[in-house]
């Protein structure tokens, strides 16, 4: 599609749950990234793929987060044993391979709260 | 020390004026410069991204790079109230993924 599309657009679970997040990268974009947007404007980068490989993990605390990008697959996000800490809202965002450094274009996010 | 750094704000123009957004960065390894959109309750939009030193112009929005002083303007010229949002700064490198500035609340007034 033409734009990234996020589901579902809101999750609510109880702490200790897990929740699981979906991205759909525009068509004909390589990268995907998941970003965590806690408060109001603080941004902290999770993860990135390249098609279906892990390309940068440095900002996953992986003891309960894992994400997955497979073939003909929404690439997803899962938390394990969720924590109050862990609501924000988490953006998913993806750009083409070529021409160097492309811009990121970003989906509508999935809020998460956790109660 | 943040590694990409705002003008906190919120800012404020009257309608017609120019507005004047900031951002430093620390990494002088970055290479590529960007700025966002967003508002309320929504996703970050993209407005303007520019990779060389000097200016880029497309329409009313023209960024500013200046990689010896890590530094990153965006000029909003004929300010309109529908501007009036969040601008984030974010910038990368190498690995891609972006680091972003905390945002300037910018409100233009009618």
């Known amino acids: 599609g033409e734009e990234v599309a996020q589901t579902p657009k809101h999750l609510v679970r109880g702490e200790g749950q897990k929740a699981k997040l979906y991205c759909a990268p525009i068509k004909g974009h390589s990268y995907v990234f998941w970003y965590q947007q806690v408060l109001k404007n603080e941004f902290k980068f999770l993860i990135s793929?390249?098609?279906?490989?892990?390309?940068?993990e440095t900002g996953m605390p992986k003891e309960r987060f894992s994400a997955k990008c497979l073939p003909n697959s929404p690439c997803s996000l899962e938390i394990q044993a969720t924590k109050l800490e862990d609501s924000a809202v988490y953006f998913c965002?993806?750009?083409?391979?070529?021409?160097?450094?492309?811009?990121?274009?970003f989906g509508d996010g999935t809020r998460l709260s956790i109660l | 020390q943040k590694e990409v750094e705002q003008n906190s704000g919120p800012l404020s123009v009257p309608e017609g004026a120019i507005a004047s957004l900031n951002c430093t960065y620390s990494d002088r390894g970055s290479q590529s410069f960007f700025w966002y959109r967003q508002y309320s309750g929504k996703s970050p939009e993209l407005i303007m991204f520019?990779?060389?030193?000097g200016d880029k112009e497309d329409g009313r929005f023209t960024a500013q790079l200046n990689k010896a002083s890590q530094y990153v303007s965006l000029l909003i010229r004929d300010s309109q109230p529908s501007d009036s949002a969040t601008y984030l700064c974010?910038?990368?490198?190498?690995?891609?993924?972006?680091?972003f500035g905390s945002g300037t609340q910018l409100t233009v007034l009618p």
């Open positions: 974010a910038v990368s490198g190498s690995a891609r993924q972006l680091t």
């Open positions: 520019i990779y060389s030193n």
């Open positions: 793929f390249q098609n279906e490989n892990v390309f940068d």
């Open positions: 965002a993806s750009s083409q391979a070529s021409g160097g450094d492309q811009p990121q274009h």
